[in-house]
C-alpha cells in the first residue's frame, strides 16, 4: 500500500470515473487529494485487462461524449491533458443485425434513416420524425448537464428552470415515458422496434426513453470513440498522471471501511486496516446503499433517508464474456468493431432473461486496436442486456451467498448459449475459442462491490427525480452513477465535476 498521511484536503473514496474526475479536478486547483481504490487498478467499470497476450475491456466498451463539446473532452481541456488521449472515432457506430435485417448506425445519418426506410417502406414519415426527436434530445441534454442546480445561484437557478421549461420539451416528454412506450408509440413493425433497442441493446427498455433517444442522438453526431491504444483503461490512466502531476495520490489495493462522522460532518475515512485518515471533505464515487448504510451508518441517517435507500430501484447488471480466438476478422472481411445482435424481434423477448433470446453487444476491439491480439488472432467481447439471467438471484448461490457447484454449472451453461447466438454474426466462433473469461453479476458486484453488480447504479424510472451531489452529511458529497445525472462515463464525469465545484464553491 502507498505511504499516507494523516490529513488530506480530499478524501475520495473509489477511483471509477466519477471519483478520479472529482479528485483530479480538485488536484488541478491546488487541494491536497487522495484517491482511495480497493482494486488493484484505476477506472472502476471504466478498465481494461490483459491477459495471455490478450486486452478486454469487460464493462464499459465505447467512450462517448469526448467530441469537442463533450463533457468528457471539456474536463480533459480543463486538465491541459486533452492531447493524451488519441481517439478513433466509430463510423460505422455500431451494426445492428437480426434474424432480417443488417443495419450501420452511420454517421452519415442519411444512411442509417434510408435503411430503416427500406426496413419498413410504410414508416418513413414515422423514421425520420423519431430521428429528428433524438437529435433534438441529444441537444437538449447537453444543455441541462452542463451544470448541477446545487451549483447555482437564485438567478441561475431561475434561468435553468426557465430553460429547461422552453427549450427541453423533448427532454421533459421523453424523461416521462418508457423507451419501450415510446418505440412502440413511433412504431408499427417488430423489426423497426428491435432495431432501434438494438442501438443501446445494453439498455433496459423500461428506462427514460431519453436515455435511449440520447444515444441514438449521439451516434447521429459522431460521438462515438475509442482510445487508439490501451483500451478504455486509457482514460482512467491520464487522469491519474494529472492527479500525481497535481501533488495529489491515489492509494490502490485500499478499502475504506467505515466514513468517519463527527457532530454530523463527515472528518475522514477509516481504512480496512484500521487506519483512520482525516479530511475536510469527503466524496464517495461507490455504491449508494453501501455509503450510508454500511460507511456512515443509520444512526446518522433520517428514517425517511434510510427508507428512500432500502426502496429505490436499482439498474440491473449483465453477463460479460471475454473470449480469445484464432480467427483474424480482418482478414476474413468483418468490419465493424462493434454491432448489437437481436435474436428475436419481439422487445419482450430480447429482455425476457431466456439466454437463447437475449439481446447482446459484440465487441471485436483488436479491430480497431491490433495490439490487443497475438498475430493472427482476435477479441470478442459479449455482453448480455439486463434481464433475469443478470439478476443476482438466477446465478444460484449458496446460503452464504457464496459460489457454489451450481454456479459454475450455470455459468457455462448461460455463457455456451450467448456464445452459440454470437455464431450468427461471428461464424464458427465456439470452434475457435482459445481463451475465454466470464464475469456475471456476482463477478462485478464482488470486484466493485456495487449492489447486484448494477452497471447503472440508481435505476432511471421514468418521471423518476433527479439526485445530487449533497448528501444529508455535511462535507459528505457523492459522485459517479450513484447520484445525478446516472450511469455512462459522460454522466459521471458531469457528476464528478459538480462534486468537485460544490466543494471549491465551499473553500473559497
Ligand atoms: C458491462 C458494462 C458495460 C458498460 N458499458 C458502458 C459503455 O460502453 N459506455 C459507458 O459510457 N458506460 C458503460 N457502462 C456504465 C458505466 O460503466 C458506469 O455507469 C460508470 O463507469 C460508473 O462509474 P462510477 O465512477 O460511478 O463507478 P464505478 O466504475 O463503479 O467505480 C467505483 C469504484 O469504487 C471502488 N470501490 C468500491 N467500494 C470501495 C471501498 N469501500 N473502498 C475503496 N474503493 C471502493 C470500486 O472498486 C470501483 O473501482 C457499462 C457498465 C457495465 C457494467
Keep these: 500500500m502507498a505511504n499516507l498521511k494523516d490529513n488530506y484536503d480530499v478524501i475520495v473514496i473509489g477511483g471509477g470515473m466519477g471519483g478520479l474526475t472529482c479528485g483530479t479536478l480538485l488536484a488541478k486547483q491546488g487541494l491536497d487529494v487522495l484517491v482511495a481504490e480497493r482494486l488493484p487498478r484505476p477506472g472502476g467499470y471504466c478498465s481494461s485487462l490483459r491477459d495471455e497476450g490478450f486486452s478486454f475491456d469487460p464493462a464499459v466498451g465505447i ?26 472515432k466509430l463510423d460505422p457506430a455500431n451494426r445492428v443485425a437480426g434474424t432480417d435485417f443488417d443495419i450501420l448506425v452511420a454517421a452519415r445519418e442519411e444512411g442509417f434513416e434510408d435503411d430503416l426506410k427500406r426496413l419498413s417502406p ?30 447555482m445561484g437564485l438567478g441561475q437557478k431561475i434561468g435553468f428552470m426557465k430553460d429547461f421549461l422552453l427549450k427541453c420539451s423533448h427532454l421533459r416528454k421523453y424523461s416521462a415515458k418508457s423507451a419501450r412506450e415510446v418505440t412502440h408509440s413511433f412504431f408499427t413493425a417488430p423489426k423497426l422496434r428491435a432495431v432501434m433497442h438494438g ?18 442522438g449521439m451516434a447521429a453526431n459522431e460521438d462515438i470513440c475509442y482510445p487508439k491504444q490501451g483500451g478504455v483503461q486509457a482514460l482512467p490512466n491520464i487522469l491519474v498522471k494529472a492527479l500525481e502531476r497535481n501533488g495529489s495520490q491515489i492509494a ?33 464515487n461507490i455504491d449508494g446503499k453501501h455509503t450510508f448504510l454500511k460507511l456512515v451508518g443509520e444512526e446518522y441517517l433520517s428514517p425517511k433517508f434510510i427508507k428512500e435507500l432500502n426502496t429505490s430501484k436499482i439498474y440491473g447488471s449483465v453477463v460479460s464474456i471475454s473470449l480469445g480466438v484464432d480467427m483474424d476478422f480482418r482478414a476474413i472481411g468483418i468490419q465493424s468493431s462493434d454491432l448489437s445482435y437481436c435474436p428475436t424481434n419481439d422487445i419482450g423477448e430480447l429482455f425476457s432473461g431466456q439466454p437463447e433470446k437475449s439481446g447482446l453487444m459484440v465487441r471485436l476491439h483488436s479491430l480497431l486496436d491490433s495490439t490487443q491480439a497475438p498475430l493472427g488472432k482476435s477479441t470478442v467481447g459479449i455482453v448480455a442486456c439486463v434481464s433475469p439471467i443478470t439478476l443476482i438471484n438466477y446465478w444460484k448461490l449458496d446460503k452464504d ?93 458531469a457528476s464528478g465535476r459538480n462534486a468537485a465545484q460544490l466543494i471549491l464553491k465551499e473553500t473559497q
Design 63 to 88: 467512450l462517448e461524449g469526448c467530441d469537442k463539446g463533450g463533457v468528457v473532452y471539456q474536463t480533459l481541456t480543463e486538465l491541459n491533458v486533452e492531447r493524451e488521449l488519441e481517439l478513433i
Design 122 to 151: 410504410g414508416e418513413g414519415e414515422s423514421i425520420h420524425l423519431f430521428l429528428e426527436e433524438c437529435k433534438a434530445l441529444y441537444h437538449e441534454m447537453a444543455l441541462v448537464s452542463a451544470g448541477s442546480p446545487d451549483l
Design 199 to 216: 442501438v443501446a441493446i445494453f439498455l433496459d427498455p423500461d428506462t427514460q426513453a431519453s436515455i435511449l433517444m440520447n444515444i441514438i
Design 252 to 284: 490502490l489495493n485500499t478499502t475504506v471501511n467505515r466514513i468517519l462522522v463527527e457532530k454530523g460532518r463527515a472528518i475522514g475515512v477509516e481504512l480496512e486496516d484500521g487506519n483512520q485518515i482525516r479530511a475536510k471533505y469527503v466524496v464517495s
Design 401 to 493: 451467498g457464496q459460489k457454489g457447484k451450481e454456479y459454475e454449472a450455470v455459468k457455462e451453461n448461460v455463457a455456451g448459449k450467448l456464445i452459440a447466438s454470437v455464431e450468427k454474426v461471428v461464424p464458427g466462433l465456439s470452434e475457435h475459442i482459445v481463451y475465454k473469461r466470464i464475469a456475471t453479476p456476482i463477478t462485478f458486484e464482488k470486484a466493485t462491490l456495487n449492489s447486484e453488480g448494477s452497471a447503472m447504479g440508481w435505476y432511471p424510472l421514468p418521471g423518476g427525480k433527479m439526485r445530487s451531489q449533497k448528501t444529508p452529511i455535511k462535507n459528505l458529497y457523492q459522485a459517479g452513477h450513484w447520484t445525478f445525472p446516472g450511469g455512462s462515463v459522460p454522466a459521471v464525469v
